[in-house]
C-alpha cells in the first residue's frame, strides 16, 4: 500500500537528510507504528506519503502510483485515499459534530443524502452517537480526537495516517482512540501511527517501525516500543527483513468498496 | 451540492470581511468611474462630430429664408446661384485645393441635425426651412481655408463660409486632455484597487487556513478551495463596476441631459442610454482585473 524504495529527504543540504535512504514497504491492511525521537523523520515520512513535499532522491508508492508522478491536478485524488488525524484535532469551532464531519464530503461534491446516511454511521464507528449537534469546544479531547478520525476516514480511505493522535490524551482516553483506529484497521484500512505512547505501543502488539536521524533502525512484527532484543549498529537491520515476513496477510475481500459499506 | 457549498463559502467570506469588501467596492467603482469618465468625454466629442465633421473641413452655407448677411440680398438661393456655386468649385482655380466636395440640401441638413440633437429638445421645434443647404468641402490641405473663404464669401447666395474644425478643436483638444488625466487618474486607482484586492484577499484566505487546510486534506479540488476566494474579490469589483456604471447614467442623465443641455441647447449631448454602453465594458473590466489580481494572490499564499 505504501512502498519506499531508497527514499532520501534532504531539507537544508548543510544539514543531515530528515529521511536517508529509507526502504519500506506497508501492505494494504496492515496496522504499523512509527516511533523514534523527535526529528527522526515521522513526519517527513508522513507527508511525502500525501505528497506535501517532493522525495529528494528515490520513489515513494502510495497504492501502487509514483506519487512523483502525480501530476498536480489529481493529488486531490491521491488525497481523498488517504485518511490523516493529528495530535491537535484541527476541528473547525463553529461547526458541530456532525458539520465537522461532513465537511469533508462537502467539499468532494458529495450529495446531501448520501452525506445524511454516511456521517451518523461513521460517527456509531467512532463512538459518538448521539453527540450531533455539539459543538467541538463541549466534547472532552478524546471526544475531540474521535470526530477528527470521523472526520478522516467518512470518505473510507485505503490507508490512515496518524501523527501522535493521542500526543494530547491521557492514558484511558487514548487507549479508546486506539480501539477506534483497531476498529478501522479490522475494517480493511492500512493504518499508519507516529507516535512517542510507549504504553500504547506495548499494549497494541503490532508492527513497529523505528527510526532514528533518518534511518529505519528497527522493523519489527507485534513489537514493543524499545526492542527487547538488544542489537548493535547495522545488525539491527538485518532483523528487518525477516521482521516483515511475520505480519499475517490481510483479507482482501475487507479492502473492496463494496465490502466496507456493510462492515461499516 | 458543490455549487451550493461553494455559495455558501462565499457568503461566509464576504460576512467576515465585510470592511474589507466595503473598502474593494468603494476603490473599484472609483477608479472605474474614472475610466468611464474618460469613456464619456470621448463619446461627446463623437457626438459634438456629427455628420460631416471627419469628412469635411469647409461649409459654404447658402442663403435661406431668413438670411441676412450681405450675400443673401436677393432671399433665399436660386439655383443659378447655386449652379454658379457648384461651377465655380469645379473650376480648376479651386478644384486644385479641395479632394472633393458635396453638396447637402435641406432635407438632408435636417436628418443630420435630427441624428446630432436627438436627445436634445429642441429637435421638435426645427423644421427643414430653417436650417441652410451647404456645400461640404473636403480641402486637400485644411490649412488653406482662407482661400475658400475669400473665394466665396462674396459670391451672390452665400451666406457664410465657416472652418468647422476651428470651431472646434480647441474644444476637443481641451476635453481630449480632460480624457487623458481621467485615464490617468484611473490608472493610479486601478493599481490602488488590485492591491487592495490582493490583500484582502490574502486576509481572506489567512483567516480561512483551517477549513482550506482541511479541505486540502481530505483532497478538495483546487477550484473548490479558490473559487471562493476568487469569486468574493470578483463581486465585490463588479459591485463597484455597477455603482460606477450608475453613476455615470446619473451624471448624463441629471447634468447633462436636465441641465447643461438647458444651459446649451445648441450643442449635441449624450443621452444616458449611450453612457450604457460603457456599463458592460466596466463590469468586464472590474471583474477581470479582480480576478487576476486574487488568482495571483491565491499562487502565493494559498497552498493547494
Known amino acids: 500500500m505504501i512502498r519506499f524504495e531508497n527514499v532520501t529527504k534532504v531539507y537544508d543540504q548543510q544539514a543531515r537528510p530528515a529521511l536517508d535512504a529509507v526502504n519500506l514497504e506497508i501492505d494494504r491492511g496492515e496496522f504499523a507504528f512509527l516511533v523514534g525521537a523527535s526529528g527522526s523523520g515521522k513526519s517527513t515520512f508522513l507527508r511525502l506519503v500525501l505528497k506535501e513535499d517532493r522525495a529528494s532522491s528515490g520513489t515513494v508508492y502510495v497504492a501502487g502510483q509514483n506519487v512523483a508522478k502525480i501530476s498536480s491536478w489529481r493529488v486531490p485524488r491521491l488525497r481523498r485515499g488517504i485518511g490523516v488525524v493529528f495530535q491537535d484535532f484541527r476541528l473547525l469551532p463553529q461547526k458541530n459534530v456532525f458539520a465537522n464531519v461532513a465537511f469533508a464530503m462537502q467539499v468532494i461534491g458529495k450529495s446531501r443524502s448520501v452525506i445524511r446516511d454516511t456521517v451518523p454511521e461513521v460517527l456509531k464507528t467512532v463512538g459518538l452517537e448521539g453527540k450531533e449537534n455539539r459543538l467541538p469546544?463541549?466534547?472532552?479531547?478524546?471526544?475531540?480526537?474521535?470526530?477528527?478520525?470521523?472526520?478522516?476516514?467518512v470518505n473510507r480511505p485505503g490507508i490512515l495516517l496518524a501523527d501522535e493522535p493521542t500526543g494530547n490524551l491521557d492514558p484511558t482516553t487514548s487507549m479508546g482512540i486506539m480501539g477506534v483506529l483497531d476498529k478501522i484497521n479490522q475494517n480493511g484500512t492500512t493504518v499508519v501511527m507516529a507516535t512517542h505512547d510507549d504504553d500504547i505501543v506495548n499494549?497494541?502488539?503490532k508492527r513497529v517501525v523505528e527510526l532514528k536521524n533518518g534511518v529505519v533502525i528497527r522493523d519489527e512484527a507485534?513489537?514493543?516500543y524499545t526492542s527487547m532484543i538488544p542489537i548493535v549498529g547495522q545488525s539491527r537491520r538485518l532483523k528487518d527483513a525477516s521482521g516483515r515476513e511475520e505480519i499475517p496477510p490481510p483479507s482482501p475481500a475487507a479492502?473492496?468498496?463494496?465490502?466496507?459499506?456493510?462492515?461499516? | 451540492m458543490r455549487l451550493a457549498f461553494i455559495l455558501s463559502e462565499i457568503g461566509s467570506g464576504l460576512r467576515r470581511n465585510v470592511t474589507m469588501v466595503i473598502s474593494v467596492i468603494l476603490v473599484t467603482f472609483v477608479s472605474l468611474t474614472f475610466v468611464g469618465a474618460a469613456g464619456m468625454l470621448q463619446l461627446q466629442i463623437n457626438q459634438m462630430k456629427g455628420y460631416w465633421y471627419d469628412k469635411v473641413q469647409v461649409a459654404i452655407f447658402l442663403c435661406s429664408d431668413g438670411s441676412t448677411a450681405s450675400g443673401c440680398a436677393t432671399g433665399p438661393v436660386t439655383p443659378e446661384q447655386q449652379d454658379n456655386l457648384q461651377r465655380l468649385?469645379?473650376?480648376?482655380?479651386?478644384?486644385?485645393?479641395?479632394?472633393?466636395?458635396q453638396f447637402e440640401s435641406k432635407d438632408e441638413a435636417y436628418k443630420h441635425f435630427k441624428d446630432q440633437f436627438s436627445n436634445s429638445p429642441i429637435v421638435d421645434?426645427?423644421?427643414?426651412?430653417?436650417?441652410?443647404?451647404?456645400?461640404?468641402?473636403?480641402?486637400?490641405?485644411?490649412?488653406?481655408?482662407?482661400?475658400i473663404s475669400e473665394t466665396f464669401s462674396s459670391q451672390p447666395g452665400v451666406e457664410t463660409v465657416i472652418d468647422q474644425r476651428q470651431l472646434l478643436e480647441r474644444l476637443f483638444s481641451a476635453m481630449n486632455a480632460a480624457s487623458l488625466v481621467a485615464v490617468s487618474v484611473a490608472g493610479v486607482m486601478i493599481v490602488c484597487a488590485i492591491l487592495l484586492i490582493a490583500t484582502t484577499i490574502r486576509l481572506s484566505a489567512?483567516?480561512?487556513?483551517?477549513e482550506t487546510g482541511i479541505m486540502r486534506l481530505v483532497g478538495a479540488s483546487k477550484t473548490v478551495i479558490q473559487l471562493p476566494f476568487i469569486l468574493e474579490g470578483v463581486i465585490a469589483a463588479v459591485v463597484g463596476a455597477?455603482?460606477?456604471?450608475?453613476?455615470?447614467?446619473?451624471?448624463?442623465?441629471?447634468?447633462?441631459?436636465?441641465?447643461?443641455?438647458?444651459?446649451?441647447?445648441?450643442?449635441?449631448f449624450i443621452s444616458p442610454g449611450q453612457t450604457l454602453i460603457l456599463a458592460p465594458a466596466l463590469l468586464i473590466l472590474g471583474g477581470s482585473l479582480a480576478g487576476i489580481s486574487s488568482l495571483l494572490t491565491l499562487r502565493r499564499y494559498l497552498r493547494v
Open chain 2, 242 to 268: 455597477a455603482l460606477a456604471s450608475g453613476t455615470l447614467w446619473a451624471v448624463a442623465h441629471f447634468f447633462l441631459g436636465e441641465y447643461l443641455s438647458k444651459q446649451y441647447p445648441d450643442t449635441a
Open chain 1, 255 to 264: 479492502y473492496s468498496d463494496d465490502a466496507g459499506e456493510e462492515q461499516r
Open chain 2, 89 to 101: 468649385l469645379e473650376s480648376p482655380a479651386v478644384a486644385q485645393y479641395i479632394n472633393d466636395f
Open chain 2, 206 to 210: 489567512f483567516s480561512r487556513r483551517r
Open chain 2, 125 to 147: 421645434s426645427v423644421t427643414p426651412d430653417q436650417l441652410p443647404a451647404s456645400f461640404r468641402i473636403n480641402m486637400k490641405d485644411p490649412e488653406k481655408y482662407q482661400i
Open chain 1, 222 to 224: 507485534k513489537a514493543l
Open chain 1, 203 to 205: 499494549e497494541m502488539r
Open chain 1, 137 to 153: 469546544h463541549e466534547l472532552s479531547g478524546g471526544e475531540q480526537q474521535r470526530v477528527a478520525i470521523a472526520r478522516a476516514v
